[in-house]
Nanobody
Framework: QVQLVESGGGLVQAGGSLRLSCVAS????????MGWYRQAPGKQRELVAT???????IYADSVKGRFTISRDNPKNTVYLQMNSLKPEDTAVYYCNVKNLYGPAISDYWGQGTQVTVSS
């Protein structure tokens, strides 16, 4: 099992910045993906950014150039630096870890942290 604890959400004005953190504990496999998803009211959960244990990054088009994902492997922590925030970035942000073992994937989610961007 893997437990995820997020922090760093809050209220910020448009153009501002926030940094989200997610600490993972438990059994983290050597091959894994850590990342962030978000869900706005009335919308489906969507990928924001992911970073594999091999260093491959994926960003949603809507956040490219504004958000940066990074990780500290010894600390099992993933970060999301969010700059130039827009009101449309308002959502609950969820940390996600995928443990990969051959064809098997184990998926874990944090409890979510609210990000609100005012105009």
């Amino acid at each position: 099992q893997v437990q995820l604890v997020e922090s760093g959400g809050g209220l910020v004005q448009a153009g501002g910045s926030l940094r989200l953190s997610c600490v993972a504990s438990g059994r983290i496999f050597s091959i894994n993906t850590m990342g962030w998803y978000r869900q706005a009211p009335g919308k489906q959960r969507e990928l924001v950014a992911t970073l594999t244990s091999a260093g491959q990054k994926i960003y949603a088009d809507s956040v490219k150039g504004r958000f940066t994902i990074s990780r500290d492997n010894p600390k099992n922590t993933v970060y999301l630096q969010m700059n130039s925030l827009k009101p449309e970035d308002t959502a609950v942000y969820y940390c996600n870890v995928k443990n990969l073992y051959g064809p098997a994937i184990s998926d874990y989610w944090g409890q979510g942290t609210q990000v609100t961007v005012s105009s």
